[in-house]
């Protein structure tokens, strides 16, 4: 059977997870559908084991600041994936091609204009990528997940839908029964991402420490994963300072009180989704500033504070300051709230939904189980 839907995706877990999170309302509807990514990047493992086909094309990470050799290699690389998707394209014939942006789904965006196919974009960030912004005004849809990327996109049709998630929610107290963390405790999860934060490993112990001395809170237990195999980089200074290389986030997101993170896309709509108001890292090198932006746009409805790597750096009392204000206990409940407005459940289904209206035709069926 042909390919009906083509998902563009990786680069980033930003990008692949959502995406996995709507083919999995995808198949369940009943719609035939693939994947295409960089074939050496971290989509080539994540999107098999998640048990979906997936075409792996040549991509390239442009560096738009640079000019020299290395800028001139990638944009051959995006020339070379943009010409195998064209084929690629032309094999499965898709009715619809799903773009997430990053660098990576460029070739298939490119390959599915120039072939007139129809296709949608999901852009997760606050500021949206540079390929949303070049092909937004041809796109069918911009599916935004925040409404503040609408002002950089004039010339386009949006709808706002927030970020599909793994939805895994964990009663509270089963989580911290699970995790070994008392019911009476105040938890802080501190998380640097899949691959962890240097900054974040070697700051945040020290700002723990000015907090225990200055703090009311009673009880202060700390879960911080470091990324694997970073967990030496973390000094823990207390027994209730725990470092762990890996862990399951879905578990301590339901059991946590507030979080220290970077300002990833997933990362934010998971803490939404878990109602868990944040203290924000962005990471300064993320392309376009873009993470300062997600930071930016979730400090502005009142979920949590935005602190620059310049400012965490030069003094950790910046990092205690925020911390101390957030476990207030009013602070913190109002801050939940406003986290919990951001990211409802069900955004994969709502997702499918609008494009169903329009640009799918609802298919009917039972399809071929997905191994998990």
């Known amino acids: 059977m042909a390919t009906k839907v083509i998902l563009a995706t ?10 996995i999170s709507i083919a999995s309302e995808l198949h369940s509807r009943g719609y035939d559908l693939a994947f295409v990514g960089q074939a050496s990047g971290m989509e080539a493992r994540i999107v098999p084991d998640a ?9 390239g990470k442009i560096q ?12 051959f690389s995006s020339f070379k994936g943009f010409v195998e998707c064209i084929s690629l394209l032309r094999e499965h014939k898709p009715e619809l091609v799903i773009g997430f942006g990053g660098f990576a789904s460029f070739p298939t965006i490119a390959a599915a204009w120039l072939l007139r196919i129809p296709f949608v974009l999901h852009e ?3 500021y949206p990528g540079l390929v949303t912004r070049l092909f937004a005004r041809f796109a069918k849809l911009v599916l935004l997940a925040n409404s503040e990327a609408k ?3 004039k010339n386009a049709k949006t709808d706002v839908v927030p970020v599909p998630i793994r939805e895994g929610r964990v009663n509270r107290s089963e989580a911290r029964k699970t ?10 999860f501190i998380m640097g991402g899949s691959l962890g934060s240097a900054v974040l490993n070697s700051h945040v112990p020290q700002a723990f420490e000015a907090l225990a001395t200055q703090s009311a809170i009673k009880n202060h237990v700390v879960i911080h994963s470091s990324g694997r195999g970073r967990s030496a980089e973390v000094l823990s200074p207390s027994e209730n300072y725990r470092v762990e290389d890996y862990v399951d986030s879905s578990l301590v997101w339901s059991a946590a009180d507030v979080a220290i993170t970077r300002a990833g896309n997933g990362t934010l709509s998971e803490a939404a989704y878990h109602a868990v108001p944040l203290i924000m890292v962005p990471l300064p090198s993320a392309a376009e500033n873009h993470q300062f932006h997600n930071a930016k746009a979730f400090e502005d409805a009142g979920a949590g504070f935005v602190l620059e790597e310049k400012d965490f750096r030069a003094d950790a009392q910046n990092l205690t300051k925020l911390w101390e204000k957030l476990s207030q206990a009013e602070q913190n409940h109002q801050a939940s709230l406003a986290a ?3 990211s409802p459940a069900g955004a994969a289904k709502k997702l499918i939904d ?15 189980p997905v191994f998990r």
């Open 124 to 126: 997760a960030n606050a």
């Open 51 to 59: 048990g979906y086909d997936f075409h792996g094309v040549a991509a």
């Open 354 to 368: 609008i494009l169903e209206k329009s640009y799918l035709e609802p298919k009917h069926g039972n399809p071929t």
């Open 64 to 75: 738009r600041k640079l000019i020299n050799l290395q800028l001139f290699k990638e944009l």
């Open 10 to 19: 990786g680069g980033s877990g930003g990008h692949i997870y959502p995406a």
């Open 151 to 153: 002002r950089y996109l």
């Open 340 to 342: 919990k407005v951001r």
């Open 179 to 188: 995790l070994g963390v008392p019911e009476d405790a105040f938890l802080s």
